[in-house]
Each structure stands twice: as structure tokens, then as C-alpha cells.
């Protein structure tokens, strides 16, 4: 497997190995000793999204009971998004992303105390995460997608987004009281 490092420490974009021929291909998407030595904890819930072009999905985050993400696309394209939300961290508000496509096969790990997002920029998107926690509901919040304190370049190209009501609603960092937030300490 090959892993690329981010320009925010801890999130990894990781290749893994393809085998294919002329019937398709194989490859693996998890194995917990290969992803432990990476430092990705154990994954304990699988979900599956479908969304098509324009859909933004994010910036979600739960804390306490924060989530670690292994995400890939199986179908369609994505912009796909981390922003690091812990307080402390030299990263504090700064965010990295990549593109994950049916075609590329690329996964994304994000850690916890990261929020995570993404745009549909293909006609659709069939999502998969891998987590290293449960759904919280009463921990989950979201951070608007947009921002301006956060700054992320959306390749939107002049569509204005799909979101769901939730993330319509969703705080700038700085309506998000302090206490809200995981810290370095919580996360490292």
C-alpha cells in the first residue's frame, strides 16, 4: 500500500494495492493489522451513502466519542475533506482534502477530532466510511461548510450546493462555544 502523507499531520491518503486483469480487479480495503501499523485504531461500524452532483455532506464531527474515518468512494467522485477542529493543535482550523473516485480507488483517513465533509463532483457518489467509534447522535455537530474563517477551496463551479437541513444550520468555528470542541489532549 502506498501512504501519502497530508500537510496536516495524521490525515493519510492511502493507495492500496490493485490486482486486476482482464475480469476486473482485487483489492483489499481493510485489514487491521496493516492499518494498525499506521495507527489507525480498529474500525467498529461500516455505513454506505448515496448522493448525486452537487450534494455536500459535512462538515460533521462528534465529541465526546469522536470518530476516526477510513473513507473511499466504490462508484462516482468526490471532494473530500478534513479539517482539524482540536484545540491546541498547531493545526487548529486548517483543513487539507483530496479527490476520491471510483477510478482512483484512493481511501482517506481521517482522525478523530477531525471534522469531515464532502461535495459530489461527479454525476454521483456511492460513500463508504469505516469508523472507529459508533454513531453518536447526541455528540454530533456540524461546522459550516462555508466558512469563511476556514476558508476551504470547494471546486464548486458555480453550483451552489445541496445540503441537508442540519448542515444549513451549522456554526462558523467561532459560534462554536470552546467547550465544544475536542482538544489535543483528547485526540493526539
Do not use: C
Amino acid at each position: 500500500m502506498k501512504v501519502i502523507e497530508t500537510d496536516l499531520a495524521g490525515v493519510l491518503i492511502l493507495e492500496p494495492r490493485v490486482f486486476g486483469d482482464a475480469r476486473g480487479y482485487f483489492m483489499e480495503t481493510y485489514r487491521a493489522n496493516v492499518y494498525g501499523e499506521l495507527g489507525i485504531p480498529p474500525l467498529v461500524q461500516d455505513n454506505l451513502s448515496y448522493s448525486r452532483r452537487g450534494v455536500l455532506r459535512g462538515l460533521h464531527i462528534q465529541h465526546p466519542r469522536a470518530q476516526g474515518k477510513l473513507v473511499q468512494v466504490l462508484a462516482g467522485e468526490v471532494f473530500d475533506v478534513a479539517v482539524d477542529l482540536r484545540r491546541g493543535s498547531p493545526q487548529f482550523g486548517r483543513w487539507t482534502a483530496v479527490r476520491l473516485s471510483a477510478e482512483n480507488r484512493r481511501q482517506f483517513w481521517i482522525p478523530p477530532g477531525f471534522a469531515h465533509g464532502f461535495l459530489v463532483t461527479g454525476e454521483e457518489a456511492l460513500f463508504v466510511y469505516k469508523n472507529t467509534d459508533y454513531y453518536s447522535p447526541e455528540t454530533e455537530f456540524s461546522l459550516r461548510w462555508d466558512d469563511p474563517a476556514i476558508g476551504i477551496d470547494w471546486p464548486l463551479n458555480g453550483l451552489t450546493p445541496e445540503v441537508s437541513q442540519k448542515d444549513g444550520a451549522a456554526l462558523a468555528l467561532s459560534e462554536i462555544a470552546s467547550e465544544r470542541l475536542p482538544t489535543r489532549e483528547d485526540y493526539p
